[in-house]
């Protein structure tokens, strides 16, 4: 089962940010923490991962707290191709892999 | 950008047929997947493979399949005898591993349907 909690569906208006929450309270510590996302049975789309610090890339940015017991995935100016259902997910890495365990991720809706 | 891909990108098949499904993964990868998603449901690992073996596997991958590496570009999923039930869409994903990355790249899907 996967190991995180998310809101089932939230809302954006086109241009603002997006701030997407997720909890991981029983996180280990070498654990990772993942995003993708999935446009409309699209394949599942790598957005951004992280350890204990904070990333950014040119999709997103990460927010990971100190405790690492939750974290936040950021788009900075949502547009309405980021409509998709985002998943958050831990993962160890086993000598150079890690295996993905969905849950049912969050559905955004950015709208006009 | 190189991308994952599949093919066919849908395959029908009678109950109790076999099937392989077929991806191409990222030139330079070295860790390949298979994933499931059952039409309204989550997506599910199947299995993992990394120097020609099955690194790690699900309980849905049982006796009835089997993946392969039969050359330096293709890597298939077979499915013996088909059931109702393994209906669903059958993604591909690769990764670069420590060197490339840990993220997996995904291809677009074939979707299976078993009649």
Known sequence: DAKTTQPPSMDCAEGRAANLPCNHSTISG?????????IHSQGPQ?????????ETNEMASL????????????????????????????????SGYSTLTFGKGTMLLVSP | EPEVTQTPSHQV??????????????????????????????????????????????????????VERPDGSNFTLKIRSTKLEDSAMYFC??????????EQYFGPGTRLTVT
């Open chain 1, 63 to 94: 927010i990971i707290t100190e405790d690492r017991k939750s974290s936040t995935l950021i788009l900075p100016h949502a547009t309405l191709r980021d409509t998709a259902v985002y998943y958050c997910i831990v993962s160890v890495l086993n």
């Open chain 2, 93 to 102: 994903a690769s990764s670069g591993g420590r060197l490339r990355g840990y």
């Open chain 2, 13 to 66: 098949t009678q109950m109790g047929q076999e099937v392989i499904l077929r991806c191409v993964p990222i030139s330079n990868h070295l860790y390949f997947y298979w994933y499931r998603q059952i039409l309204g449901q989550k997506v599910e690992f199947l299995v993992s493979f990394y120097n020609n073996e099955i690194s790690e596997k699900s309980e849905i991958f049982d006796d009835q399949f089997s």
């Open chain 1, 30 to 38: 070498n654990e990772y923490v993942y995003w993708y996302r999935q």
């Open chain 1, 46 to 54: 790598y957005i951004i991962h992280g350890l204990k610090n904070n």
